[in-house]
């Protein structure tokens, strides 16, 4: 179907990109080339209590969402193994479906991820706008946020925050799941762990039960429903 045809198509160009392969130099074969200081700085896409996220360009005029997070934030608020852990799951997925992380820079302030741009914005924000759509649309976006979850669940990861808010549209349409600040590496095994938003938790998270990968399929029927009413 389309979906697949689209998953083929982009994953060609995916796999060009690599942060983890090294050449003979030891140097990372296909890492970003440039520096914090060679990107140029375009408007603000957005603004948090974390910092900011703006576009930028580098000098061979790719773009990309730049997002900037404060230290002071990061340590005020203990999350610098948070922070760790959503750079490593980053680093090792590789989906068309999923927003790519290309660098990570920091200075003696913040600390910067360079990510994939979506500039169609957030789905919440056409679900506010009490935007329909289509029967076909929502199917299609219903079947790409299940080979998001398929693709990570095979590797052993769990996201535990599926919201609207959390999906952005890339400027072709299509979805791509982004925040991975609670996925966590969990290889089939159980949680007790209590996290996500509040509006979308799953009864057995909420109750403190121990759960399993399975309660993010309530996570998905929710958004389902969110999309097709």
Not at 11 to 36: C, E, H, R, V, W
Not at 148 to 169: A, Q, T, V
Not at 205 to 228: A, D, P, Q
């Amino acid at each position: 179907g389309p979906i697949h045809s689209h998953l083929q198509e982009q994953s060609k160009s995916y796999d060009k990109i690599s942060l983890t392969k090294n050449d003979d130099k030891g140097q990372k074969k296909g890492a970003y080339p440039f520096k914090l200081g060679h990107l140029e700085k375009g408007r603000v896409l957005g603004r948090g209590s974390f910092g900011v996220v703006r576009i930028v360009s580098d000098p061979d005029k790719n773009v990309y969402a730049l997002k900037m997070i404060s230290k002071l934030h990061v340590v005020a608020h203990s999350q610098q193994a948070h922070h760790v852990s959503e750079k490593k799951v980053m680093e090792q997925m590789n989906h068309p479906f999923l927003v790519k992380l290309y660098a990570t820079f920091r200075d003696r302030e913040n600390v910067y991820m360079l990510l994939e741009l979506c500039n169609g914005g957030e789905l919440f924000t056409l679900l506010r706008a009490h935007i329909c759509f289509p029967e076909r649309t929502a199917q299609f976006y219903a079947g790409s946020v299940a080979c998001m979850f398929e693709y990570m669940h095979s590797r052993g990861i769990i996201y535990r925050d599926l919201k609207p808010e959390n999906l952005l549209i890339d400027g072709a349409g299509y979805l791509k799941l982004t925040d991975f600040g609670f996925a966590k590496e969990t290889h089939g095994k159980t949680t007790y762990t209590l996290c996500g938003t509040p509006d979308y938790l799953s009864p057995e998270i909420l109750t403190g039960s121990r759960w399993h990968v399975f309660v993010e399929y309530y996570n998905r029927s929710y958004l389902h429903m969110c999309i097709k009413i």
